[in-house]
Structures are given as C-alpha cells and as structure tokens.
T-cell receptor, first 112, second 116 residues
Framework: EAQVTQNPRYLITVTGKKLTVTCSQNMNHEYMSWYRQDPGLGLRQIYY???????DKGDVPEGYKVSRKEKRNFPLILESPSPNQTSLYFCASSFLGSWGYTFGSGTRLTVV | AQKITQTQPGMFVQEKEAVTLDCTYDTSDQSYGLFWYKQPSSGEMIFLIYQGSYDEQNATEGRYSLNFQKARKSANLVISASQLGDSAMYFC???FGRGYGQNFVFGPGTRLSVLP
C-alpha cells in the first residue's frame, strides 16, 4: 500500500531532551516536507526536501533540523525541544511536478 | 505572497442539508492547484477534492463539489446531504510552483458540526 509512515503517533517528552520523529514513504517521491499544525493557524511548513541531500527551510524552521540521506526517509529532529514546540506534526510527500500530496497520519508531540 | 483565507472558524449544519465552506486565495501564479482536506478528531488529513487552476469544470467527488470562481479567487467546498460523520475540521489549501520549492499553503480551517 502506498503510504507515508510517521512514528511515533504520540510522544510526551521533557524540555531539552533530543528527539527524532521519523517519516518514511514507499512511493519513490522526490519531494518531502514537514508541517506543524496549531489551532487557528492551519498547517505551517517547517522544512522541505526536493531530493536526497537537498533540504531547505519553510516558514517556521527555528528549533528543528532535518536530513535526507535516503530518498524514502526524512526525519525531523528536535535537538532541544521546548514547550512551544508542542504541536501536531505531519510529514507529506509527492513527485516533483505533481500536484498530488500524500500525508502521514500525524505525530502529536507534547513537550513539558 | 500566497495566502489562503477561511473566514468561518465554525459552522453548524443540520443532518441531510447542504453546507458551503468558504475559501479565498491570493496568488499571482497562473498555474496552481486547490485542495480541500478533512481532519476528523483522530487527527489524520483526509484528501477530499482537487481543482486545477486551468480546469474549466468544477470538481466533484461524490457528495463533495468545489465551487471554483477563478476571477474572484474563491474555491468554496459544498457538501451535499450532510452526515454526522462529516463533523470535522476542514482545510482549504493551495499548491503552486509545480512541486518545486516551498509550495503548499493552508488556510486556518473551519470546524463543521453536523447536528442530528
């Protein structure tokens, strides 16, 4: 089944403890992206990648890192999480040049 | 800059009636795609319908139709015969740049509640 898989679905952590949210797609998509969703703000893009080793900042990159060492994986790294990073996170992917976009199921992160 | 506006934070509709969720967008691009997503309380993003900027006919998918008025830059979602399971957040989104660069913007969402 074609899908974008995020893990974990739910995560509660403490301030300052490094964490990684994984994202993997099995559709050979070049383009991958991370979003965070906050009430009243919709989804805002954190980082995106147009191919292996090609990443760039979105609207709200502060406090996040990403890497794209393999085409299928695009992990989101929070080196020192803070409570203002409590949010619902989505990974998504698509082919370059395509309008279609496939979303993962979301990761609900709480930083206390 | 590209922007999506959804002016209805919340909407109520009676079961079996139709409802229109508003969406206006702002872009100087000629080529773009407009999307509607449904987000139930479980949190996942469910794709509902898509309209390309060059499509002359309004998109339809089952009970969902997109009322596309290009000159007015509006892309309203119409849900016919509402069901209790339609209660959810609905997001309007626009993709531009043909998949290159930072190219997908979302509106703030409308929470729809269907009343029995």
């Amino acid at each position: 089944e074609a899908q974008v898989t995020q893990n974990p679905r739910y995560l509660i952590t403490v301030t300052g403890k490094k964490l990684t949210v994984t994202c993997s797609q099995n559709m050979n998509h070049e383009y991958m992206s991370w979003y965070r969703q906050d009430p009243g703000l919709g989804l805002r893009q954190i980082y995106y990648s147009m191919n292996v080793e090609v990443t760039d900042k979105g609207d709200v990159p502060e406090g996040y890192k990403v890497s794209r060492k393999e085409k299928r994986n695009f992990p989101l790294i929070l080196e020192s999480p803070s409570p203002n990073q409590t949010s619902l996170y989505f990974c998504a992917s698509s082919f370059l040049g395509s309008w279609g976009y496939t979303f993962g199921s979301g990761t609900r992160l709480t930083v206390v | 800059a590209q922007k999506i506006t959804q002016t209805q934070p919340g909407m109520f509709v009676q079961e079996k009636e139709a409802v229109t969720l508003d969406c206006t967008y702002d872009t100087s691009d000629q080529s773009y795609g407009l999307f509607w997503y449904k987000q139930p309380s479980s949190g996942e993003m469910i794709f509902l319908i898509y309209q390309g900027s060059y499509d002359e006919q309004n998109a339809t998918e089952g009970r969902y139709s997109l009322n596309f008025q290009k000159a007015r830059k509006s892309a309203n979602l119409v849900i016919s015969a509402s069901q209790l399971g339609d209660s959810a957040m609905y997001f309007c989104a626009m993709r531009f740049g043909r998949g290159y660069g930072q190219n997908f913007v979302f509106g703030p969402g409308t929470r729809l509640s269907v009343l029995p």
